[in-house]
């Protein structure tokens, strides 16, 4: 089993950045994929980003990319997301997710993780 959990988020005024932490503890996570995800109220879970276990390079939603940077430290078993230029609409709880990486493929998709952290809410004021 892995646990994950978030930490990071918070209330921001638009334009600004926040970095948020994912924290892995029961398994080593160097053969894990992970992810972000977003879910606002109403809306369904949204793909922001995801980095494979080499920790090469990450790939993003099309709605976020240039504002987003993934990366990880396997060694801390952490992984974070810089979200620069926030915008009110960033506004949703934030996910981290992991998976075992079985293949070279890049994990876009809810359904592809096995594990979730419970979510850091991040609010951007206008």
């Known amino acids: 089993q892995v646990q994950l959990v978030e930490s990071g988020g918070g209330l921001v005024q638009a334009g600004g950045s926040l970095r948020l932490s994912c924290a892995a503890s029961?398994?080593?996570?160097?053969?894990?994929?992970m992810g972000w995800f977003r879910q606002a109220p109403g809306k369904e879970r949204e793909f922001g980003g995801t980095i494979r276990w080499i920790g090469d390079s990450p790939r993003y939603a099309d709605s976020v990319k240039g504002r987003l940077t993934n990366s990880r430290e396997n060694a801390k078993n952490t992984m974070y997301l810089q979200i620069n230029s926030l915008k009110p609409e960033d506004t949703a709880v934030y996910f981290c997710?992991?998976?075992?990486?079985?293949?070279?493929?890049?994990?876009?998709?809810?359904?592809?993780?096995?594990?979730w952290g419970q979510g850091t809410q991040v609010t951007v004021s206008s």
């Open positions: 029961g398994r080593a996570l160097s053969s894990y994929a």
């Open positions: 997710a992991a998976t075992y990486q079985g293949s070279t493929v890049y994990y876009t998709a809810p359904e592809q993780y096995d594990y």
